[in-house]
């Protein structure tokens, strides 16, 4: 596998943020756009596993395999650069500022935006014969999904929301922590192992993911789900937007950067060791 310790991807994960901050335009939403698309076919893929098996273990079991696509081929999602773009500047590296974090957010969550969109439209031909049929029994799921999810938290108010919230924030510590995880092996088999773990767990315990709901909701509108966008945006994408960043950020990145890079000194580190005994002593 390949194992790199703790103190190393944690200089990876700076170097890392500072290479997003400095990307280019036209890099970062072409990267983003893909990313957003590939997550958002893995989701449909859940969804349509969870379907046809009746087994949502099964489907989440096999989610990751979009993750690690996407990863693989270099393409970014807002969780991973809610996590490593601040780092760059928290680190003081050299021209990386907060206006270079907040423009690389917004590009990218464009770019995930416009690629789930569009695997969101493709998808709702498929399940409606090009919009000739009602949705199949897959489609009707995506569309239930949406209703559960926005005008579930809405009709419990201010504890839906918090609800939401949370969830948003367990999401991406375990997806920030698919992203660091890559960055403990050099290997692709290593790499691929060690993002499949927390990835798998986020989508079984039903956390909220900014770019997986990017598709969800989207979709569930085309095929008839008895919401609206504005539903969609209070009541989800913006405060899991917001729990996404504040996971990412405080559990993953502002931990590893806490105890891995600014490691502090050890309690002994005032004592002269004592000298090595002699085979004789």
Not at 130 to 138: K, L, M, R, T, V
Not at 215 to 223: A, H, N, R
Request: hydrophobic residues 50%; charged residues 10%; contains cysteine.
């Amino acid at each position: 596998m390949s194992y790199v310790t703790p103190q190393e991807f944690a200089h990876k994960m700076i170097d890392a943020g500072e290479s997003k901050i400095f990307m280019s335009t036209k890099d970062t939403l072409i990267r983003a756009y893909m990313a957003g698309a590939i997550l958002a076919l893995a989701a449909a893929f859940s969804v349509t596993i969870a379907v046809n098996t009746g087994n949502f273990l099964v489907a989440s079991i096999l989610f990751p395999v979009g993750f690690c696509m996407l990863y693989l081929l270099g393409f970014d999602l807002l969780t991973g650069v809610f996590t490593l773009a601040p780092l760059a500047v928290i680190a003081k590296r050299a021209g990386c500022t907060w206006g270079g974090v907040l423009r690389n957010w917004g590009l990218v969550f464009c770019g995930n935006f416009a690629g789930a969109l569009t695997t969101a439209v493709f998808m709702a031909i498929i399940f409606t014969m090009g919009f000739s049929e009602e949705p199949n029994a897959i489609g009707q799921r995506i569309g239930k999904i949406g209703e559960v999810r926005t005008l579930g938290y809405a009709e419990a108010g201010g504890a839906g929301l918090l609800t939401v919230f949370i969830r948003a924030v367990m999401c991406n510590w375990m997806v920030s922590t698919g992203v660091v995880a890559a960055m403990m092996s050099n290997s692709v088999s290593g790499k691929i192992m060690a993002m499949w773990m927390p990835i798998m767990v986020f989508f079984y315990l039903g956390f909220e993911h900014s770019i997986v709901n990017m598709f969800l909701f989207p979709s569930g509108i085309m095929l008839g789900g008895q919401f609206t966008w504005f539903d969609y945006l209070a009541y989800n994408e913006i405060p899991v937007v917001i729990g996404n960043l504040v996971g990412g950020l405080t559990f993953v990145g502002g931990m590893i950067y806490a105890t891995h890079y600014r490691t502090s000194p050890k309690r002994n580190a005032g004592y002269e060791k004592a000298p090595a005994a002699t085979p004789a002593e």
